[in-house]
């Protein structure tokens, strides 16, 4: 008996030890962001995730908007985000990132949206251009219905590489938010860059990504939409010729078409447009590494 008892404390004591080792505290896994504190309307700026363990998966919410990112078992992700001249306000937004998974991890931060000031700009246009004639307003609608459609939509995979190869080498022409005036009448403001061209030049893409539209539009002639992943796009306006196909993969610097006058234009030039979650941000800030950080 008194071998049973003694058999039973010391198993009794084995199983204390064992528990009390398996029960010292772990340091909680952690999530860190790196992002400006404050950012100015249209502008772009690179976000950074790092974590203790494998970011397999993460979703990034802002401006009202998700998207899903896969990390590759990496523990550190960096990616686009920006806010748009026409869609944003001046305020505090959150950004929130949630580490997916089996021992999911979220954080919060505030950014400020500063306002800036942009100069007017009046251009001389037919005015069809202006005010389009009712037989072409089905058009409208449904290309921009397209294109609503395909700068929403946000693929988990990045082929984007900073800084951006610059489409063309001409001079801006016509800069991003620019408040606009076309044969007196005010417009929305200008959401992208106008980049001077002569017609025919080649027109480069400036960065690695897929051929998500090819299409000719009213307003935007001949145009070529790529998705580098992660909800950003850069969209080539007014060409005069396309050079590649729906859903072929580009490489960084490959001829997208030639530039043009095509659409809604006072000449020949190239509308570089970059959308970050279908936010229309100023590319100019990320073609030589001046990403804002």
């Known amino acids: ?34 992002c400006p504190e404050v950012i100015g309307i249209g502008l772009p700026f690179v976000v950074k995730v790092e974590s203790d363990e494998p970011l397999d998966k993460i979703r990034v919410e802002w401006a009202g908007k998700a998207l899903q990112a896969s990390g590759q078992k990496s523990s550190s992700m960096e990616f686009l985000l920006g806010t748009d001249v026409m869609k944003s306000k001046p305020g505090t937004e959150t950004l929130r990132i949630v580490k997916l998974g089996l021992s999911p991890l979220s954080v919060e931060t505030s950014i400020l949206i500063e306002d800036r000031k942009f100069p007017e700009q009046r251009l001389t246009v037919p005015d069809e251009m202006v005010t389009p004639p009712a037989a072409v307003q089905a058009r409208i609608e449904r290309e921009t219905a397209e294109i609503r459609k395909v700068l929403g939509t946000a693929s988990p995979v990045s082929h984007l590489a900073l800084p951006l190869i610059r489409p063309v080498p001409g001079d801006v022409s016509s800069a991003y938010g620019l408040t606009r005036y076309f044969n007196d009448q005010a417009r929305n403001p200008h959401r992208g860059l106008d980049l001077k061209a002569a017609l025919g030049d080649p027109v480069h893409a400036a960065a690695a990504g897929q051929v998500a539209l090819a299409a000719d539009h009213y307003y935007g002639g001949r145009s070529v939409f790529l998705d580098h992943g992660l909800g950003v796009y850069s969209v080539y306006m007014h060409l005069n010729e396309i050079s ?34 279908d936010l229309a941000v100023d590319p100019s800030a990320l073609f030589f590494g001046k990403a804002v950080q």
């Not at 064992?18 to 029960?23: E, G, I, K, P, R």
């Not at 006072?266 to 979650?277: E, F, N, Q, S």
């Open 1 to 34: 008996m008194m071998r049973g008892r003694a058999f039973f404390f010391m198993l009794l004591m084995v199983s204390v030890m064992y528990l009390s080792v398996v029960a010292v505290p772990v340091q909680a896994a952690q999530l860190r962001v790196e």
């Open 244 to 277: 590649v196909r729906q859903g072929e993969m580009i490489e960084a610097g490959q001829v997208v078409g030639r530039a043009g006058e095509t659409g809604r234009v006072t000449g020949p030039h190239l509308h570089l447009g970059l959308y970050v979650l």
